[in-house]
């Protein structure tokens, strides 16, 4: 218990909730000699998630399980020198595993094809379980979670996890684009980021295919595409 209270004051805590069962009577004369009051007891209620309204949003939901799961699956070598392909291989595991439940081929960057599929036709998963293994080995961030859903060729949806902090970014055809559970692109998110890129010799143009530029309404989304140039850029809007 001080070790716990320990890592929640560096956490900026301000307060310890936990829940025990109700016949587990010697474990509440411990809590309570411990400084924690007895709240009134709740009824506990659990279901699981309810069934996705289509492939995209099961795909997305299962890729949102699969980066947890890498995630926790290649903690053990953060900053572990190895040579081998350990931490990609146990993050390629742990993720088929969590994405299985779609029974769709998988193309995964360590182990090819989880089974035969043709990738011009149906559906399949474009995945890398484990983006930037070296980083991991090194202990420096970031390293990362990436998958996507093709179908025809195309892809419909896709989740990118930043690993090291927990940050997602996905997207689903129709839908837009997310940053951790709000809209993608507004001009905060992408103003710095123009700059860069643009000093960099990119081009960066607008869902309306002409340069783009940055509005001051906080309120605006912005669908962009960079490129080395304004003609490859039109391109990739085509």
């Known amino acids: 218990m001080e070790a716990v209270e320990h890592e929640a004051r560096l956490l900026g805590c301000d307060e310890i909730v936990l829940e025990s069962s109700t016949w587990r009577t010697s474990a509440h004369s411990f809590y309570l000699k411990a400084g924690f009051r007895q709240e009134t007891p709740a009824e506990r209620f659990r279901r699981p998630p309810a069934p996705a309204p289509d492939p995209e949003s099961h795909f997305l939901a299962l890729a949102a399980r699969a980066a947890s799961r890498v995630a926790s699956a290649v903690a053990r070598w953060i900053g572990v020198q190895t040579a081998d392909?350990?931490?990609?291989?146990?993050?390629?595991a742990a993720a088929l595993e969590a994405l299985a439940p779609l029974q769709v081929p998988v193309l995964a960057e360590d182990g090819g094809w989880s089974a035969p599929a043709a990738p011009g036709r149906g559906r399949w998963i474009c995945l890398d379980a484990l983006d930037g293994s070296a980083n991991v080995r090194a202990g420096l961030p970031p390293w990362g979670f990436s998958a996507a859903l093709v179908e025809n060729a195309q892809s419909v949806a896709g989740l990118v996890c930043d690993l090291a902090?927990?940050?997602r970014w996905w997207a689903c055809r129709g839908r837009g684009a997310w940053v951790d559970g709000r809209p993608a692109l507004p001009p905060q998110d992408v103003a710095a980021a123009a700059v860069?890129?643009?000093?960099?010799?990119?081009?960066?143009?607008?869902?309306?295919?002409s340069p783009l530029t940055i509005s001051?309404?906080?309120?605006?989304?912005?669908?962009?595409?960079a490129a080395p140039d304004l003609a490859s850029a039109r391109d990739l809007l085509m």
């Open 85 to 92: 392909k350990a931490a990609g291989l146990a993050a390629q």
């Open 216 to 225: 001051p309404n906080p309120e605006e989304r912005l669908q962009i595409v």
């Open 165 to 167: 902090s927990g940050r």
């Open 196 to 209: 860069i890129l643009r000093e960099a010799g990119a081009c960066l143009v607008d869902s309306s295919r």
